[in-house]
């Protein structure tokens, strides 16, 4: 019995439109809206999601090649704790 064989670039494609959809339907808008909304501190959560989407594009930028996914989040993090920290000081 033969078996069809999945690509590994397939499935990779899959997983980037779904995190593709997550980031257009409005989550990260949502996020940004809350915390610009006066609230003194990011929940986890919510900063959590916001290096997600930060990475994510890094990624994108870079062509999803793999190998660097950990210097993606931490650039993320970085970007997204620098841009809370400005937003504390105006």
């Known amino acids: ?15 980037a439109t779904t995190v593709a959809a997550e980031l257009t339907n409005g989550a990260v808008i949502d996020v940004l809206e809350s915390t610009a909304a006066g609230s003194p501190a990011l929940d986890p959560d919510a900063r959590r999601r916001l290096v997600a989407a930060e990475a994510y594009f890094l990624a994108e930028r ?7 996914e950990l ?3 931490v650039a993320a993090e970085h970007a997204v704790d620098s841009r809370s920290q400005h937003s504390k000081v105006a």
């Open 1 to 15: 019995m033969a078996t069809k064989s999945a690509s590994p670039r397939a499935k990779t494609r899959r997983k």
């Open 62 to 68: 870079r062509g999803f090649a793999p190998g660097n």
């Open 71 to 73: 210097g993606d989040w």
